[in-house]
Nanobody
Framework: QVQLVESGGGLVQAGGSLRLSCAASGITFSMYVMGWYRQAPGKQRELVAAITSGDSTNYADSVKGRFTISRDNAKNTVYLQMNSLKPEDTAVYYC?????????WGQGTQVTVSS
C-alpha cells in the first residue's frame, strides 16, 4: 500500500520559514519524481516544486529564490524548505509521487501565513 505522509505545516507570520516533509512508503522512492503542489481556497491546485530521480529541480515562478525542494532517498523523504513566506503562500500543500503512469498523492498539510 502506497502512503505519502506530509508534515511540518502550520501558522507562521509573513517573512517566516517552514519546512515541509513527505515520508513515502510502498514505492521505490528513488525512482519517482517527487513534487509539492498547493491549493488555495477557490483556486486550482498548482505545482510548487518538483525534483527528479536525478535531483534536477524546477519551481513555480512565484516561489523561485524562496523555496527549496530536496530529497533523501535513504529516508524515502522529500522536503520543501519555505523561506520569506508571504500571505499568498497560504494553501494546503500536497506531496506527489510520479513514475510513468503511476501517480500518488498525500493527504495534504495546511500552511497559513499571516500578514
Amino acid at each position: 500500500q502506497v502512503q505519502l505522509v506530509e508534515s511540518g505545516g502550520g501558522l507562521v507570520q509573513a517573512g517566516g520559514s517552514l519546512r515541509l516533509s513527505c515520508a513515502a512508503s510502498g514505492i521505490t522512492f528513488s525512482m519517482y519524481v517527487m513534487g509539492w503542489y498547493r491549493q488555495a481556497p477557490g483556486k486550482q491546485r498548482e505545482l510548487v516544486a518538483a525534483i527528479t530521480s536525478g535531483d534536477s529541480t524546477n519551481y513555480a515562478d512565484s516561489v523561485k529564490g524562496r523555496f527549496t525542494i530536496s530529497r533523501d532517498n535513504a529516508k524515502n523523504t522529500v522536503y520543501l524548505q519555505m523561506n520569506s513566506l508571504k500571505p499568498e503562500d497560504t494553501a494546503v500543500y500536497y506531496c506527489n509521487a510520479v513514475y510513468f503512469r503511476y501517480r500518488y498523492w498525500g493527504q495534504g498539510t495546511q500552511v497559513t501565513v499571516s500578514s
